[in-house]
């Protein structure tokens, strides 16, 4: 795994070589009339120029799709339309992105501050570097100024991924080249298609990988991986098999690292958090 360090070219915002970068921003939604807004002006105010945001709506039913249309000038790209779930969306989007570099904000989620993008154009400005993903916060869905998790990543190494590791994808972006070569979402994991992916990624084919040790994403409790014991239960065993597909032999004990390896975020606060 290549190594790169964080210089301040790198973080300070566009130069001569991101002036040209294109970042796609796609956003798979479902029914998220309360949610969508947010999500959408927090794309539309990051203050890098050049940002595809595409909406993949998966015919909504419930108001989503007129709050859509009200931002329709700032959204690049829109389609409306019966899909398998949010990983189908997702791999809609992709195959719809233009950009030199993909991310995924979900909606129900937004950025952090409105620097976000320029932060990864310059991170990503370094054409030895493949990806790079961030930290992320968890907020409460009713009260989102009240941080409830904290997920604090880290600088990728082998053997992460056995213990439950993987990047908040919410905050992974990655060159559309990677997409390219190596696909999307497998549908075969509705819960965890986004854990099977970064691993492949990182784990099997080895892409050169960038933390930066910031928060990029705020997101709202509630998804469908973590919305109920149940679904953190199906999630874990989905995540396993993904690990078995690609790691041989690994133990069933492997959905029990995964669980304990999330007890730290619950009980950990971001600087910010314990200042304000």
Not at 229 to 241: D, P, S
Request: charged fraction near 25%.
């Amino acid at each position: 795994m290549y190594r790169v360090a964080l210089c301040a070219a790198c973080t300070s915002g566009p130069n001569s070589s991101t002036a040209n970068m294109k970042i796609s921003i796609i956003t798979a939604v479902y029914n998220a009339i309360d949610t969508i807004e947010d999500t959408i002006l927090s794309v539309a105010n990051q203050t890098y120029p050049d940002v595809e945001h595409i909406i993949v709506d998966g015919a909504s039913t419930d108001g989503t799709l007129g709050v859509v249309d009200k931002y329709r000038p700032r959204i690049a790209k829109f389609v409306s339309e019966p899909d398998r779930g949010v990983y189908d969306g997702m791999n809609k989007g992709l195959r719809m992105a233009s950009g030199d570099v993909i991310g995924f904000l979900n909606a129900d989620d937004v950025y952090a501050h409105k620097d976000v993008l320029r932060r990864v154009a310059g991170v990503m400005s370094n054409p030895h570097v493949d990806a790079c993903y961030a930290d992320l916060v968890y907020v409460d869905k009713n009260d989102p100024r009240r941080v409830v998790r904290y997920w604090k990543s880290q600088q990728y190494k082998e053997g992460l991924f056995l213990k439950g590791w993987m990047p908040a994808h919410p905050t992974f972006f990655a060159r559309r080249a990677v997409y390219e070569r190596f696909g999307g979402f497998d549908l075969s994991y509705p819960r965890q298609s986004d854990f099977e992916l970064t691993m492949r990624f990182l784990h099997v084919n080895k892409i050169n990988a960038v933390y930066v040790p910031e928060i990029f994403v705020r997101m709202r409790t509630g998804g469908i991986s973590n919305s109920s014991w149940r679904g953190v239960l199906k999630g874990n065993f989905e995540a396993y098999r993904a690990c078995k597909k690609h790691i041989p032999g690994m133990s069933p004990l492997f959905m029990i690292r995964k669980i304990l390896s999330r007890f730290p975020q619950f009980f950990t606060k971001p600087s910010e958090t314990r200042n304000g």
